[in-house]
């Protein structure tokens, strides 16, 4: 099962502060252990809110909106994705991270298998598969 953790937004991640050297060094364990463990599949921090923006999709199309976003608690500052065994097992790994003070939220991944109601006939989920297999293929190379 894979999982998304998604680290919150804050006030210092919003004002583009960077982690102390102790921050990254402590982070950096982590992620060794998230490596050696074999679950890492994924993981990075995000720049502000000030340097994105969103795009809103309606019946008559589309509206960018340019950062930054004043809702700081809906932001998201960075990160990882794993696959674990359970949803516990991605529960007990967030609770590992070296926060001092933050939130981090767990979503399960949705894999195409999930799908499958949808796509009764398995020809979804084969242009799914062979689109990954090509990402796959690039960043190998």
């Given amino acids: 099962m894979r999982f998304m953790m998604i680290v919150k937004a804050n006030a210092d991640s919003e004002t583009g502060r960077l982690p ?12 060794e252990e998230l490596v050696k463990a074999g679950i890492l599949l994924a993981g990075e921090g995000l720049h502000p809110s000030s ?9 008559t199309g589309s509206t960018v909106t340019d950062g930054p976003f004043s809702e700081t608690k809906e932001l998201v500052a960075g990160f990882w994705i794993i696959e674990v065994k ?11 991270i070296p926060f001092k003070e933050g939130e981090v939220e ?6 195409a298998e999930d799908f499958a109601p949808s796509d009764p006939t398995g020809e979804l989920r084969a242009k799914e598969e062979a689109l990954r ?9």
Avoid: C, D, H, P
């Avoid at 102390?20 to 992620?31: A, D, I, R, V, W």
């Avoid at 340097?51 to 019946?59: D, E, H, I, Q």
């Avoid at 767990?106 to 894999?111: K, L």
């Fill in 51 to 59: 340097k994105g923006a969103r795009v809103a999709f309606s019946k």
């Fill in 106 to 111: 767990i979503r399960q991944v949705a894999m």
């Fill in 133 to 141: 297999a090509q990402v796959e293929a690039k960043a190998k190379a």
């Fill in 86 to 96: 359970s949803r516990e097992e991605a529960i007990a790994w967030a609770r590992r």
């Fill in 20 to 31: 102390s050297t102790e921050e990254l060094t402590e982070m950096g364990k982590y992620n």
